[in-house]
Structures are given as structure tokens and as C-alpha cells.
T-cell receptor
Framework: GAGVSQSPSNKVTEKGKDVELRCDPI?????LYWYRQSLGQGLEFLIY????????KSGLPSDRFSAERTGGSVSTLTIQRTQQEDSAVYLC???????????FGDGTRLSIL | DQQVKQNSPSLSVQEGRISILNCDYT??????FLWYKKYPAEGPTFLIS?????DKNEDGRFTVFLNKSAKHLSLHIVPSQPGDSAVYFC???????????FGKGTRLSVIA
């Protein structure tokens, strides 16, 4: 499709397991963002990739969180040793450039048991 | 410290009337503001934006007003339609390569 694609749409896992969330941005979009939305909260910035520049990781809540963007396209967000407070909807967005509106995927709903 | 605040968690409006959603911010370095609309189980959809050099931007039924001195912006929807029922997020950013800062959202219900 033409939009931002995220997989899986839902993920349930046990506390302590590692998870990988995938994002396929819109083709040609150079900027890619990860956010998460916990219950009753707004969108919390996690990490931002812009072209070949070093990513802005200032929003990652702990060193258990990491993200990669391979070939300037697909991105993977990895959470190691998951905790219950990691339960949230993880949203990916992309844009043509840093100053253009961001287009969001439908998110991955992560539930840690 | 919440830099973008949407103090009304919910709002109900009758179909055909005006919906006014409010947003306040604390960071005077913000210079670009956006509104996103979100339906359940979907990602947010960009609705309308405004640069700090303007005080109004209109797109069809949607108008965003910016009051820089009050650090306040609002989204007006007129006339409101049942399909407008969704959660609306206000977002802001500094100039340059900075991520958006979002409010917690306001759930709008348009009653037929």
C-alpha cells in the first residue's frame, strides 16, 4: 500500500522476553519516527531517523530500547527484557523531510503479561 | 513537564454546531503546530497545521487559530459532522530537525 505499514498489529508476550517491531515507511520518505502511546496518554517520542544522519535517540526510555533503520527505509524497534510498563501502542511515522507533516502507521499494540 | 496541554479530555457537540478544541503550550521556541485526528485502532491522521508567522489557517470546515502571546491554539470545526467523532491531538515542534511534542488528546463526540 501507499501508507506507513507496521507489523505485527498486535503482540502479546511474557515479561522478560525480547520483541521486535517493524515499520515500513512511505517510499521516498527520508524521515522516520517512533512514538508510543500508553493508556490515557499522548504520543511519546522515542527515536527519530533523518537520512544518513545519526538518529536522535533522546526519547528512548531505557537502554533496553533500540532501533535501526536499514538502507534508509525499513526500521525495527527492539525492546529487550520487556517489562509490564512497556505495554503500549507503538506508532511509526514517516515524512518527506523534517519539516513536513508526519504520516503514521496504525501501530503495534504490545501487551506484556 | 508537559509542554503541550489539552486540558479537556472530552467534548460533545451536536451535529451542525461548531466544535472548538483547545491546546496550550509552554515552550516559546515552538514555531510550528499541527492537529492530528485519530480513530480507534488507526494511526493519527494529519489534519491541519499552522506556522508561528500566521495566526489563522483554514482548510474547508477546519480552521486553526494561533495566539502566540497566550501560547494558545484552537481548532474549529464547523459544521460538525458525526464522522468527525475521534480523538484530536495537538502537536508542536521547534524549527529544524526536532520531533513533534504531542498533547494527550481530546475525544470529540458529535451527536446526530
Amino acid at each position: 500500500g501507499a501508507g506507513v505499514s507496521q507489523s505485527p498489529s498486535n503482540k502479546v508476550t511474557e515479561k522478560g522476553k525480547d520483541v521486535e517491531l517493524r515499520c515500513d515507511p512511505i517510499s521516498g520518505h527520508t524521515a522516520l519516527y517512533w512514538y508510543r502511546q500508553s493508556l490515557g496518554q499522548g504520543l511519546e517520542f522515542l527515536i527519530y531517523f533523518q537520512g544518513n544522519s545519526a538518529p536522535d535517540k533522546s526519547g528512548l526510555p531505557s537502554d533496553r530500547f533500540s532501533a535501526e533503520r536499514t538502507g534508509g527505509s525499513v526500521s525495527t524497534l527492539t525492546i529487550q527484557r520487556t517489562q509490564q510498563e512497556d505495554s503500549a501502542v507503538y506508532l511509526c511515522a514517516s515524512s518527506l523531510g523534517a519539516i513536513r507533516p508526519q504520516h503514521f502507521g496504525d501501530g503495534t499494540r504490545l501487551s506484556i503479561l | 513537564d508537559q509542554q503541550v496541554k489539552q486540558n479537556s479530555p472530552s467534548l460533545s457537540v451536536q451535529e451542525g454546531r461548531i466544535s472548538i478544541l483547545n491546546c496550550d503550550y509552554t515552550n516559546s521556541m515552538f514555531d510550528y503546530f499541527l492537529w492530528y485526528k485519530k480513530y480507534p485502532a488507526e494511526g493519527p491522521t494529519f489534519l491541519i497545521s499552522i506556522s508561528s508567522i500566521k495566526d489563522k489557517n483554514e482548510d474547508g470546515r477546519f480552521t486553526v487559530f494561533l495566539n502566540k502571546s497566550a501560547k494558545h491554539l484552537s481548532l474549529h470545526i464547523v459544521p460538525s459532522q458525526p464522522g468527525d467523532s475521534a480523538v484530536y491531538f495537538c502537536a508542536a515542534r521547534n524549527s529544524g530537525n526536532t520531533p513533534l511534542v504531542f498533547g494527550k488528546g481530546t475525544r470529540l463526540s458529535v451527536i446526530a
